[in-house]
């Protein structure tokens, strides 16, 4: 009896999911992934769903103006669609964009609200539980939600307190 090879798993057949597929081959982080998709679901849905292939640059560069004008998108969240629609185009589809001639958003970065220390002290008062205790770290060591998830036992001093 002859030895076969097993088949070889099935290429997706559907866009999003060929693109979902060159980026974990890619091994982009899982949020970049997300958020790439995200953005360029918006552009297809933008551009009448019509399949990337047979759009280019000027409807990449409608697409950035509108995000600007708008949707009013601040600067770096017009950067991170540049880049996932780039990514798409360059890596994935291997199509040259050239150069690009959208308008530029306007708008600044918004600064956070912050709360007063006896702000803060009021809503970590109102807690109990996990929820306190992740919270109270969060202000007290200055962590972000994901690190004080991701936190340890191990990584805990205890000596110093």
């Known amino acids: ?10 290429q997706p ?19 970049t992934e997300k958020t790439y998709c995200l953005w360029i679901r918006d552009f ?6 019509r399949h990337p292939e047979s759009m280019g640059p000027k409807d990449v560069d409608t697409w950035l103006s509108y995000l600007a004008n708008e949707r009013n998108v601040s600067i770096n969240t ?8 780039v990514f798409m185009y360059q ?3 291997q199509i040259e964009l050239g150069s690009l ?3 530029k958003t306007s708008c600044g970065r918004k600064l ?3 709360f ?34 991701r936190l340890r036992v191990q990584d805990i001093d205890f000596s110093e307190g």
């Open 13 to 31: 057949k559907r866009f999003m999911d060929r693109l979902r597929a060159f980026m974990r081959a890619r091994h982009l982080a899982y949020r």
């Open 112 to 114: 956070p609200a912050v």
């Open 44 to 49: 297809i849905r933008f551009s009448g769903r």
């Open 91 to 93: 890596q994935f589809l």
């Open 1 to 10: 009896m002859e030895d076969v090879a097993p088949p070889l798993p099935a």
């Open 116 to 149: 007063t220390h006896d702000e803060a002290m009021a809503v970590l008062n109102n807690m109990r539980g996990v929820h306190y205790m992740l919270s109270a770290l969060m202000y007290g060591a200055g962590l972000r939600v994901m690190e004080a998830v």
């Open 78 to 85: 017009q950067k991170t669609a540049l880049n996932a629609v």
């Open 101 to 103: 001639q959208f308008q």
